[in-house]
C-alpha cells in the first residue's frame, strides 16, 4: 500500500496562482514548459518576419511540429479504473479518517499522477506519481482526510493527470465524480442549570412542570416499586442499608427548547471562517444534541427563519446537526427572530439566545418575551469590548446570563452564571 504525499500549505497567493494555472492548463492542454514553447515560437516567427530571418523561420516552425508531436503522444486516453472508499457522509469537526483509493489498468500503464481535489477544510490536496501500473494488478493508495472546520463541502473529483514524453502538453481523465461530505461542528458535554430546579421548599413543580422519566441533576432516592428501571437502582444504598432504592432526577422547568442562534454578520467577528460565529454554532450543537439526548423537544431558530422544526429523542440529533452543519452568517438583525417568538402564543418554552451583540432593539423585544413568563437565557459570545454589553443589558432584563470566551470549555462557561434571573 502506497501513501498519497499532500503538498504542502502555501500561502493564499499561492493557492489563487496554482488554482489559475490548473485551469488554465486544463483549458488548453499544456503545461507550463508548453507555454514556453508557444511563446518561444511565437516570437521567434514575428521576429523572422521583421528582419526576413530564415533560421528564425524555421525554430518557430520546429518548436510548433514538436508542440503538435507532444498533442498527438498525448492524446491517448489511459484505459483506467479508479474506486474510492466509501466515505462516511457525516463526519465531525477535528475528526482525521483515512481515504483509500483502488486503481485498475487494462494494460500496462506508466508515468500519471493522481490527484484528490480536496477543499483546504478538508486538508491539502494529495497527489502521488505513479511510474508503472500492472495491467490487471489493483494498487491501493491512501491519504488522511482533516475536518478542520465544520461544514458542506464536495470530496473529489479523483482524477488522472497525463502527458507526453517531453512535458509540453497535460491532459486528464475523472475517475471517481465528488460526493457531498457534510462535517458536524464539535459537540461539548454542557449543563443548562436554567432547566432544572435548584431547590423546592415546599416539593412543588412549577406551573408549567411537566413530568419527565429523567431529568438534569441528581434529586435524590426513593425505594424501588415495581415497573422502575433496575438501570437505576443504586446499589451502594443497596449494601449500607439493605433496602433497594432507585435514583430520581431533578425535574426541569419544562420539556420544551428553543435555541435561536444569532446569524447577523455585523457584530460577528470578521473572517472565514468567523470565530464568533463558529462559537455560537458549537454551543448551539452543545446545548441541543445534550438536550435531545434527555427527550426534550428542541427547535433551532434562525435570523431569517426557523432552521429547524421541533425535534425531539436522542435519534433526531443527526438531523439537528446537519442544520447546524449548513448554516451560515446572515444580515439579516436579530430583532426579526425575536419578533417571531413574541408571536408564538406559548409560553412553555425555555429559549437560549446565542449572540455576540444583544442591542437596544433586540433588547426591548426581548423583554416582551420575559413579560409573558417564559425561560430566557442570554449566551454571550465574548470576543470584543463591545460584547461586553451583551451582559449588562441582558442581566438587566432579568435574564439567566452565561458568557462564552474563546478557548474556555463550553461546560464551564455554561456552570457561571452572570445574571441572577427573575423567573
Same mark, same amino acid.
Request: hydrophobic share 40%; glycine share 8%; net charge positive.
Given at each position: 500500500?502506497?501513501?498519497?504525499?499532500?503538498?504542502?500549505p502555501?500561502?493564499?497567493?499561492?493557492?489563487w496562482?496554482?488554482a489559475?494555472?490548473?485551469?488554465?492548463?486544463?483549458l488548453?492542454?499544456?503545461t507550463?514548459a508548453?507555454?514556453?514553447?508557444?511563446?518561444?515560437?511565437?516570437?521567434?516567427?514575428f521576429?523572422?518576419?521583421?528582419?526576413?530571418?530564415?533560421?528564425?523561420?524555421?525554430?518557430?516552425?520546429?518548436?510548433?511540429?514538436v508542440l503538435?508531436?507532444?498533442?498527438?503522444?498525448?492524446?491517448?486516453?489511459l484505459?483506467?479504473?479508479?474506486?474510492?472508499?466509501?466515505?462516511?457522509?457525516?463526519?465531525a469537526q477535528?475528526?482525521?479518517i483515512?481515504?483509500e483509493?483502488?486503481?485498475?489498468?487494462?494494460?500496462?500503464?506508466?508515468?500519471?499522477?493522481l490527484?484528490?481535489?480536496?477543499?483546504?477544510?478538508?486538508?491539502?490536496?494529495p497527489? @502521488?506519481?505513479?511510474?508503472?501500473? $500492472?495491467? =490487471?494488478?489493483p494498487?491501493?493508495?491512501?491519504?488522511? %482526510?482533516?475536518?478542520? !472546520? &465544520?461544514?458542506?463541502?464536495?470530496l473529489?473529483?479523483?482524477?488522472a493527470k497525463?502527458?507526453?514524453?517531453?512535458?509540453?502538453?497535460?491532459?486528464?481523465?475523472?475517475?471517481?465524480?465528488?460526493?457531498?461530505?457534510?462535517?458536524?461542528?464539535?459537540v461539548?458535554?454542557?449543563?443548562?442549570?436554567?432547566?432544572?430546579?435548584?431547590?423546592?421548599?415546599?416539593?412543588?413543580?412549577p406551573?408549567v412542570?411537566?413530568?419527565?422519566p429523567?431529568?438534569?441533576?441528581?434529586?435524590?432516592m426513593?425505594?424501588y416499586?415495581?415497573?422502575?428501571?433496575?438501570r437505576?437502582?443504586?446499589?451502594?444504598?443497596f449494601a449500607?442499608?439493605?433496602? @433497594?432504592?432507585?435514583r430520581?432526577? $431533578?425535574? =426541569?422547568?419544562?420539556?420544551?427548547?428553543t435555541i435561536? %442562534?444569532d446569524?447577523? !454578520? &455585523?457584530?460577528?467577528s470578521?473572517g472565514?471562517?468567523?470565530l464568533?460565529?463558529?462559537?455560537?454554532?458549537?454551543?448551539?450543537?452543545?446545548?441541543?444534541?445534550?438536550h435531545l439526548?434527555?427527550?426534550?423537544?428542541?427547535?433551532?431558530?434562525?435570523?431569517?427563519?426557523?432552521?429547524?422544526?421541533?425535534l425531539r429523542?436522542g435519534r433526531?440529533?443527526?438531523r439537528?446537526?446537519?442544520?447546524?452543519?449548513?448554516?451560515?452568517?446572515?444580515?439579516?438583525?436579530?430583532?426579526?427572530?425575536?419578533?417571531?417568538?413574541?408571536s408564538?402564543?406559548s409560553?412553555?418554552?425555555h429559549?437560549v439566545?446565542?449572540?455576540?451583540?444583544?442591542d437596544?432593539d433586540?433588547?426591548?423585544?426581548?423583554?416582551?418575551l420575559?413579560?409573558?413568563?417564559?425561560?430566557? %437565557?442570554?449566551?454571550?459570545?465574548?470576543w470584543?469590548?463591545?460584547?461586553?454589553?451583551t451582559?449588562?443589558v441582558?442581566?438587566?432584563l432579568g435574564?439567566?446570563?452565561?458568557e462564552?470566551r474563546?478557548?474556555?470549555?463550553?461546560?464551564?462557561?455554561f456552570?457561571?452564571?452572570?445574571?441572577?434571573?427573575?423567573?
Amino acid at each position: 500500500m502506497n501513501t498519497m504525499a499532500a503538498t504542502k500549505p502555501g500561502s493564499s497567493w499561492a493557492r489563487w496562482l496554482r488554482a489559475g494555472r490548473e485551469g488554465l492548463a486544463r483549458l488548453t492542454g499544456l503545461t507550463p514548459a508548453g507555454f514556453g514553447v508557444l511563446a518561444v515560437a511565437v516570437v521567434c516567427w514575428f521576429l523572422g518576419k521583421l528582419i526576413a530571418g530564415r533560421v528564425l523561420y524555421l525554430i518557430a516552425y520546429g518548436l510548433g511540429l514538436v508542440l503538435v508531436v507532444a498533442f498527438v503522444t498525448g492524446r491517448r486516453p489511459l484505459p483506467l479504473e479508479g474506486e474510492r472508499s466509501d466515505a462516511r457522509p457525516r463526519l465531525a469537526q477535528g475528526e482525521t479518517i483515512t481515504m483509500e483509493v483502488k486503481l485498475k489498468a487494462a494494460r500496462r500503464l506508466s508515468t500519471f499522477i493522481l490527484e484528490e481535489r480536496l477543499p483546504t477544510a478538508l486538508g491539502e490536496t494529495p497527489r @502521488v506519481p505513479i511510474t508503472s501500473l $500492472e495491467g =490487471g494488478d489493483p494498487i491501493v493508495h491512501d491519504y488522511k %482526510l482533516v475536518c478542520s !472546520r &465544520r461544514g458542506v463541502f464536495n470530496l473529489g473529483p479523483l482524477v488522472a493527470k497525463w502527458g507526453d514524453p517531453f512535458g509540453f502538453t497535460e491532459r486528464q481523465a475523472v475517475l471517481v465524480e465528488p460526493a457531498e461530505v457534510l462535517v458536524h461542528p464539535a459537540v461539548e458535554y454542557v449543563h443548562d442549570r436554567p432547566l432544572t430546579r435548584l431547590f423546592e421548599d415546599p416539593p412543588i413543580r412549577p406551573p408549567v412542570s411537566k413530568p419527565w422519566p429523567q431529568g438534569l441533576e441528581f434529586y435524590g432516592m426513593r425505594a424501588y416499586a415495581p415497573g422502575d428501571d433496575i438501570r437505576r437502582i443504586v446499589w451502594r444504598a443497596f449494601a449500607r442499608t439493605g433496602q @433497594v432504592l432507585v435514583r430520581e432526577s $431533578e425535574q =426541569g422547568i419544562t420539556d420544551k427548547m428553543t435555541i435561536l %442562534l444569532d446569524q447577523d !454578520r &455585523r457584530y460577528h467577528s470578521p473572517g472565514d471562517p468567523s470565530l464568533s460565529f463558529e462559537a455560537g454554532v458549537k454551543a448551539a450543537a452543545s446545548v441541543g444534541v445534550r438536550h435531545l439526548r434527555e427527550g426534550y423537544q428542541v427547535t433551532l431558530e434562525g435570523n431569517e427563519a426557523r432552521l429547524l422544526a421541533p425535534l425531539r429523542g436522542g435519534r433526531t440529533q443527526m438531523r439537528f446537526l446537519d442544520a447546524l452543519a449548513r448554516v451560515e452568517r446572515s444580515p439579516e438583525p436579530l430583532t426579526s427572530a425575536i419578533i417571531r417568538l413574541v408571536s408564538d402564543p406559548s409560553r412553555d418554552t425555555h429559549v437560549v439566545v446565542i449572540t455576540p451583540r444583544l442591542d437596544a432593539d433586540a433588547a426591548s423585544r426581548l423583554n416582551f418575551l420575559l413579560q409573558r413568563g417564559v425561560s430566557v %437565557l442570554v449566551a454571550a459570545l465574548m470576543w470584543d469590548e463591545e460584547s461586553a454589553d451583551t451582559l449588562g443589558v441582558a442581566s438587566s432584563l432579568g435574564c439567566q446570563v452565561v458568557e462564552i470566551r474563546p478557548n474556555t470549555p463550553l461546560a464551564v462557561s455554561f456552570r457561571r452564571e452572570v445574571g441572577a434571573g427573575i423567573r
